[in-house]
């Protein structure tokens, strides 16, 4: 079965700071992985996706197959970060169950 | 507005009763997505359909079913309903059956009483 696991329900770090969202994944085949975001008020938007290698608001991902994980990370928070961020895996290959962790709300003091 | 649409915004209504919610997804998109989102569960996948047609089975209740019209837009139906119920329920839409890239609608907040 596919899972989604993002350890920390709140992250809280003060602005210029270095931020690290943290994501591990279970999954049997080649997955496809995303970060979407959830700021307040605002309907739950992607981010970035793996697939892309790109770098959106700062922001990157790099996926490690053998970690199996996919962590967020930016090198300087800035208080307009702040927002609930959900990893999501799709399968692929025909199966494209969508699988949500359960989000970490990151909050940016500043 | 272009973007995925909800109706109702909120639904308030008793244990045992049936409700039925709708979502028009993006100009375009032929994949609609329902999720619910509760706070002990997080965001959990009902379920798909593309172009009509069943794709894809989540954690989606006998009690609960969903189709999509030839318009595209989707209702989803709960019937029975308990207080287990209550969550934010969500529509996404996306443009193929693949899920690559989702878009959100703004939620359906249901209050089972």
């Known amino acids: 079965a596919q899972r989604v696991t993002q350890p920390e329900k709140l992250l809280s770090v003060f602005k210029g700071a270095p931020v690290e969202l943290k994501c591990n994944y279970s999954y049997s085949g080649s997955p496809e992985l995303f970060w979407y975001v959830q700021y307040s008020r605002q309907r739950l938007q992607l981010l970035l996706r793996?697939?892309s290698r790109e770098s959106i608001k700062g922001f990157t991902a790099d996926l490690n197959k053998g970690e199996t994980s996919f962590h967020l990370k930016k090198p300087f928070a800035q208080e307009e970060d702040s927002a609930m961020y959900y990893c999501?895996?799709?399968?692929?290959?025909?199966?494209?169950?969508?699988?949500f962790g359960r989000g970490t709300s990151l909050i940016v003091h500043p | 507005d272009s973007g995925v649409t909800q109706t109702p915004k909120h639904l308030i209504t008793a244990t045992g009763q049936r409700v039925t919610l709708r979502c028009s997804p993006r100009s375009g998109d032929l994949s609609v997505y329902w999720y619910q989102q509760s706070l002990d569960q997080g965001l959990q996948f009902l379920i798909q359909?593309?172009?009509?047609?069943?794709?894809a089975k989540g954690n989606i209740l006998e009690r609960f079913s969903a189709q999509q019209f030839p318009d595209l837009h989707s209702e989803l139906n709960l019937s029975s309903l308990e207080l287990g119920d209550s969550a934010l329920y969500f529509c996404a839409s996306s443009a193929s059956g693949g899920a690559l890239e989702q878009f959100f609608g703004p939620g359906t907040r249901l209050t089972v009483l």
């Open positions: 793996h697939i």
């Open positions: 999501a895996l799709s399968g692929s290959g025909g199966s494209y169950i969508p699988t």
């Open positions: 359909y593309y172009n009509g047609e069943e794709r």
